[in-house]
């Protein structure tokens, strides 16, 4: 189990300047929190160069790389650490919240009738039966608070990984995302679902909707079904070169 470095204190004195402690880690996810929603040219001066120094590339990627190409609407994605649904993931076209999936060692539980593991477990999914320790994963949501808490280290250490949503919409039509069944434990394989969502919208989306009604449309377990396959990204080019969507008629 990794060494924390940043005491308690630390991490409540920072907290009412927007940066929240990735759980279980001495990393940090910043939020800009603005006065009246005003912007002075330092701040922004500031706020760029931490971009440039802890930025991740998923704007380069995504951004600019997908800027020039016309979608049937707006494609907007979400990205957060928390797993308690802080920035609403499942209320944008795609959202990412970060995971940290425990592992439990069954032979290290003791079944301790005071668990330690139980009584930190914010959702209630942890709980000892019959002598032995259960992780509910259905009630779940992998936010690892559970982790490092075992006093036999039979939750000493968690995967880190990424639930992703398909399908939300903010606004006159609200619609909450729907989770892929994987939740993606590679960085890489998670960032080609997001292009292979961005590909699928392009080629089979109809001017004017939005992707929730896209994936309405075409069925979300066939469209899952598409996300977990390669063959948009083998056709990527092809999509990219195809003539869609070049009139308007977005309607929010």
């Known amino acids: 189990m990794a060494t924390l470095t940043i005491s308690a204190a630390d991490e409540r004195r920072v907290k009412g300047m927007g940066f929240l402690s990735n759980k279980g ?21 500031c706020i760029a160069e931490a971009a440039e120094k802890f930025g991740n590339g998923i704007h380069h990627r995504f951004y600019e790389g997908y800027r020039t ?11 957060g650490g928390c797993p308690n649904n802080c920035v609403k993931p499942d209320l944008n076209d795609l959202g990412i919240i970060g ?10 539980c003791n079944g301790c009738k005071k668990c330690s593991v139980e009584k930190v477990c914010p959702m209630g999914a942890a709980k000892v039966v019959d002598g032995i320790l259960e992780i509910d994963k259905d009630i779940c949501n992998n936010c690892g608070r559970c982790i490092g808490n075992c006093h036999f280290d039979a939750l000493s250490d968690g995967t880190y990984g990424y639930k992703i949503y398909i ?23 998670a960032m080609k679902v997001i292009e292979k969502a961005i590909l699928l919208f392009r080629e089979q989306g109809k001017t004017g ?9 075409l069925g979300f377990e066939n469209v899952e079904a598409q996300l977990l396959a390669d063959d948009l990204l083998e056709r990527k080019q092809q999509i990219l070169d195809a003539q869609l969507h070049v009139t308007g008629g977005a309607t929010c």
């Open 209 to 217: 909707e939005r992707f929730a009604a896209t994936i309405e449309r």
């Open 69 to 79: 190409v016309k979608l049937p609407h707006k494609f907007k994605i979400a990205v």
């Open 99 to 108: 995971q940290r999936i425990p592992n439990f060692d069954e032979d290290e």
């Open 25 to 45: 880690t001495d990393n940090f996810s910043g939020r800009i929190i603005t006065v009246n929603g005003k912007v002075t040219a330092a701040q922004q001066r």
């Open 167 to 189: 399908g939300g919409r903010w606004g006159k039509k609200v619609a909450h995302g729907r989770t892929l069944s994987k939740v993606f434990t590679d960085k890489e394989e």
